[in-house]
């Protein structure tokens, strides 16, 4: 095999590549790309045995050919190079090497066979759909800070991504909590998406998955099973295995009669909020929220290093209510408002919160109080 | 300080017609052996062996349960004897402490070496029992010199002989270094003092994390802990051995929820909260499986260590047949600021709360038994 390709190019495939490759894995193939060169195409391949990840470019190929190389170690090297170099990969069979030459650089990387590497195997989709790029994007985007890191609840270790009933008919819905708030993000449901499974697509793949969004203008191929989601633009496919469990019945937990409703502007709210948890050094901070008449008072009282307090001016009509909260989930959930003013809708200190932007229903998020 | 064959010494003091007798202290048909006193050990019979060994190696030995009231006992009337030396006690155990004696030469007019002579012998006068004494300039090597020649020992590494004194001697002397970390050691060609003595002290820190530094020192005999009179608790767990290997979920089940409500009432009686959770088992063939999870906040609610440590107990129970279960929580906080996260998808643990409160008072008030959960019956 030998071809070449420009830098950029190049450091775009192998930059995904690398990030999907298994920094602690103990296979050692595992931690290789395999770079495919076929006509005017190379196609770089990378796999955690859970998530595949295959970005097909433009290249030179003069002769044809397969190989597999450290995702990492090729990654570091095109970074380094300078911007605009052409980048000639040779593979050298008989040695078990590939050279990387560009400009007066020249590195010998050790390769394992190609046959070696496990390609993730093929399977039906039950629905096949195309979205938009922004949509996608503010649906994983808005709903993964809440994504659950507790291993003993796996099933919450993803986003939720499913068909829903929404107010106005059907629609395309993104779930995520780790039982101290929920994000639930609703877009447009796309043509033939109707019949798609439900499925928890795990953290990585989301992590993954937002860099083939940065494109306004993209529509992505979706693809959905029981046990597999792909997502795909003209270059990139990405296909993962979806979490083998079952998502919790999440709409028992969002409040429905809340009545309580503030409404505050979002960013000072939460330089507020930032602010006053500043003197509590504590893993968990508690921020204490105390409401009257058109008025917010934050607090954090932490006996052993100090306490604050600061005033804000907001609309609120009802009675006197002092609730507190996570001073992280309470900033989290602040930071995913961009466009208008936050709406609060409390119940009372022991009950869920939820909060919304504006009157915009297709993104609400909950919050579970805490006892200050 | 370290009492010999402490449980042991009890009872013979105790039963004097266990005297010349293999006496055996730890747990019925199965469990371990806590003491083994003298005679037992000649046998070959360990501390921390299963007690099915002990009874082939020492057929005629007597096998005692534990009478931790006694020991408690035995063991403060010790402490009184070594408070009244000094006020810097770290006790270690029931049978073992670190005395820190700098300073007290002038207010008992005798060196620290004739106190701890006179402290042996009045325990061995006013309490029957017996110790060994370690002295030294340091923690570590005070316990190591009271390991030297137990029972009735008594060793002295000075400031002037511990180069000599370590040179040639194994690594696994290293108080807190077991199997898994000599065998580490090793792997780096790390057998004896000496060894250790040639590594740069930012060579062991690369290679061994924050041992490293600790190895360096130790190597040179030197050790910079205090003798601290409170150290304080960092976890509370509790753990049983089974009294047959069992895979019987139901079964460890019940285990489960009564260890974790004594871990529970233990923290709720110190006033202590844990973010961790740990569950402890051990298969059949003795190899150990260990599962921990960080919670969001601290808990000291037999509630949730329960649910937690069966969440974890989901995920390996096919591992099983288990010999021994255990719960512990630990990264310990005071209870105030506890149990404030509540869980959105478990919307029942407020009210689960209460019940747990309001039967805490009933037991506080009726006793331990007044109340209890149907679950612990299993």
Redesign the interface.
């Known amino acids: 095999m030998k071809l070449s390709i420009e830098r950029a190019a190049l450091l775009k495939a192998v930059s995904q590549a690398q990030s999907v490759v298994e920094r602690r894995n103990t296979i050692p193939i595992l931690a290789n790309v395999l770079i495919e060169a076929e006509g005017d195409i190379a196609s770089f391949r990378a796999t955690d045995l859970d998530i595949e990840v295959v970005d097909k470019t433009v290249a030179q190929v003069e002769r044809a050919g397969a190989t597999t190389v450290s995702a990492v170690t090729l990654h570091e090297i095109v970074r380094k190079l300078p911007d605009g170099a052409l980048v000639t990969l040779t593979e050298d069979p008989a040695a078990g090497r590939i050279t990387v030459e560009a400009g007066r650089s020249n590195f010998s990387l050790a390769t394992l066979p190609r046959e070696d590497f496990p390609v993730m195997a093929t399977s039906e989709y039950s629905a096949n759909f195309s979205a938009k790029a922004p949509d996608l994007r503010r649906l994983f985007d808005k709903a993964k800070f809440a994504i659950s890191t ?4 796996y099933y919450l270790n993803g986003v939720y991504m499913h068909i829903a009933d929404g107010e106005e008919g059907k629609v395309l819905r993104c779930v995520a ?6 994000a639930r993000i609703d877009a447009e449901m796309p043509a033939d998406a109707l019949e798609m499974p439900g499925v928890i697509v795990p953290r990585k793949t989301v992590g993954e998955l937002r860099k083939l969004l940065d494109d306004d203008d993209m529509q992505i191929a979706v693809s959905v099973s029981e046990t597999k989601v792909r997502f795909a633009t003209p270059d990139i496919t990405l296909t993962s295995k979806v979490i083998d469990g079952t998502f ?1 019945d999440y709409t ?2 969002i409040p429905q009669g809340n009545t309580r409703k503030m409404e505050v502007d979002a960013s000072d709210f939460a330089k507020a909020v930032d602010r006053v948890a500043t003197v509590s050094s ?1 893993r ?1 901070r ?1 921020v204490k929220l105390a409401l009257d008449e058109d008025r917010l008072v934050l607090s954090v009282n932490a ?1 052993d290093s100090g306490a604050a307090e600061e005033e804000l001016a907001v609309a609120y009509g009802d009675e006197r209510l002092e609730i ?1 909260f ?1 001073a992280k989930y309470l900033l989290e959930i602040a930071n995913q408002v961009d466009r208008e003013n936050a709406v609060f809708l409390f119940n009372s200190a ?1 009950d ?1 919160t939820l909060m919304r932007e504006g009157n915009d229903t297709s993104a609400i998020y ?1 919050v ?5 | 300080m370290d009492c010999d064959a402490f449980y042991a010494s009890v009872e013979k003091r105790d039963n004097p017609d266990l005297r010349d007798k293999p006496v055996i202290i730890g747990g019925g048909d199965r469990g371990v052996v806590s003491t083994a006193c003298y005679i037992a050990r000649i046998r070959g019979v360990r501390s921390a062996m299963p007690a099915f060994q002990a009874r082939k190696l020492c057929p005629d030995g007597v096998f005692l349960p534990p009478r931790m009231e006694a020991y408690a006992t035995v063991s403060r009337q010790v402490r009184t004897m070594m408070d009244e030396l000094t006020p810097k006690v770290e006790p270690l155990s029931l049978d073992e402490a670190f005395m820190d004696l700098a300073g007290t030469e002038r207010l008992h007019g005798v060196p620290p070496a004739v106190m701890l002579a006179r402290l042996v012998k009045r325990m061995k006068d006013e309490l029957g029992i017996t110790g060994s004494i370690g002295l030294s300039h340091n923690k570590y090597l005070a316990k190591v010199a009271s390991d030297l020649d137990k029972p009735r020992g008594y060793s002295i590494i000075g400031k002037g002989e511990t180069a000599d004194f370590l040179a040639g001697k194994p690594v696994r002397l290293i108080w807190g270094i077991g199997p898994a970390g000599q065998q580490s050691l090793e792997k780096a060609g790390v057998r004896t003092f000496d060894d250790l003595l040639r590594w740069e002290k930012e060579d062991l820190v690369a290679r061994f994390g924050s041992m490293g530094e600790r190895l360096y020192h130790l190597a040179r005999g030197e050790d910079y802990r205090r003798v601290s009179a409170n150290d304080p608790v960092k976890s509370i767990s509790k753990e049983t051995t089974l009294s047959k290997d069992s895979s019987n979920i139901d079964l460890l089940d019940g285990h489960l929820w009564r260890l974790s409500e004594q871990v529970a009432d233990r923290a709720k009686a110190k006033n202590y909260a844990g973010r961790v959770v740990t569950l402890k088992l051990k298969r059949a063939n003795f190899s150990a499986l260990t599962r921990r ?1 960080t919670l ?2 601290a808990t000291q609610l037999s509630d949730r260590i329960y649910r ?1 440590s069966r ?2 107990f ?2 390996v129970v096919d591992e099983g047949p288990f010999r021994l279960i255990g719960v512990g929580i630990s990264d310990l906080v005071s209870a ?2 506890a149990d ?8 029942d643990a ?1 009210q689960r709360e209460k019940v747990e409160r309001a039967s805490d008072a009933i037991r506080a008030r009726f006793g331990k038994d007044a109340i209890r959960k149907g679950r612990s019956l299993n």
Do not use: Y
């Open positions: 507790e291993e003993t609840r909590t780790d039982g101290h708030r929920l919790p028992r937990v504590e968990s508690a006996p507190g996570n022991g869920p909950v579970m109080p805490m006892r200050v | 999870v969001p906040g937690t969440a974890l989901d995920q105030e600021g404030q996260f509540a869980d959105l998808l478990d919307p407020g």
